[in-house]
């Protein structure tokens, strides 16, 4: 199974990284793809350039096993739509199974998606818990994601795609928003990122307000 997280990733942080590494491991994937957005859809513009964005990444995972860094939405360019990055990876991937890996705020807006109904097609869906958020209640989901639930991971690495699985990871509670306030008003953010990222941040004078 391959493991696909999508983001704007401005900056890249450990509310990223670290439910991705307990999703490999519980599911043991094969490999998880960071796919930087080249333009997120739904939010706006990026403080940091395109490049600074995937270098992070880059740095962020250079040191983590079953890891890297996809730059296709940012080589196609335009917005960076979902169902057109499954479908790439569909095409360079055959029948492996692709595991869309989806925060549970994402998940119950995923109907605002360009062409949301394509991306069970795509790809099995893991839902993973975030702070603030809880996971819904299965009466209370729509009934093309009650139809897909999967009763066990073992059944995710048996589907291409189609299958919803569930899984709970350990809060972080951390924002790309907070840490570049944090960082523009000289706040320690040690604890929030990679140090390697940290350290190009602060060599590149990413993210500093005019007064830092």
């Known amino acids: 199974m391959i493991g696909i997280l999508g ?3 401005d900056p890249i942080h450990h509310g990223h990284l670290r439910p991705a590494q307990e999703i490999r491991r519980a599911f043991d994937l094969a490999e998880v793809r ?3 957005a080249f333009i997120p859809p739904h939010r706006r513009p990026p403080v940091a350039t395109v490049e600074q964005r995937l270098r992070m990444a880059e740095l962020a995972v250079a040191d983590m096993p079953g890891f890297r860094v996809d730059d296709r939405e940012i080589r196609r360019r335009g917005p960076s739509y ?3 990055t499954l479908e ?8 492996r199974s692709l595991c869309l890996l989806l925060g549970v705020d994402a998940f119950q807006d995923i109907e605002s998606w360009h062409q949301w109904q394509r991306l069970p097609e795509l790809a099995n869906f893991i839902v993973m818990t975030r702070p603030g958020w ?3 209640a ?3 989901l729509p009934s093309w994601a009650r139809d897909r639930l999967a009763p066990s991971p073992e059944e995710l690495a048996q589907s291409a795609a189609g299958r919803i699985f569930f899984q ?3 809060l972080q509670d951390i924002s790309a928003t907070a840490v570049r ?3 523009a008003s000289g706040k320690p953010v040690d604890s929030m990122l990679p140090h390697s990222v940290l350290e190009y941040i602060r060599t590149n004078h990413i993210y500093l307000s005019r007064n830092n």
């Open 34 to 36: 960071l796919i930087p």
């Open 138 to 140: 299965v009466a209370d």
């Open 82 to 84: 979902t169902v057109l």
């Open 7 to 9: 983001g704007t990733f």
């Open 88 to 95: 790439s990876l569909r095409q360079e991937l055959g029948g």
């Open 134 to 136: 809880a996971m819904p």
């Open 168 to 170: 709970a990871v350990t």
């Open 181 to 183: 306030a944090a960082i």
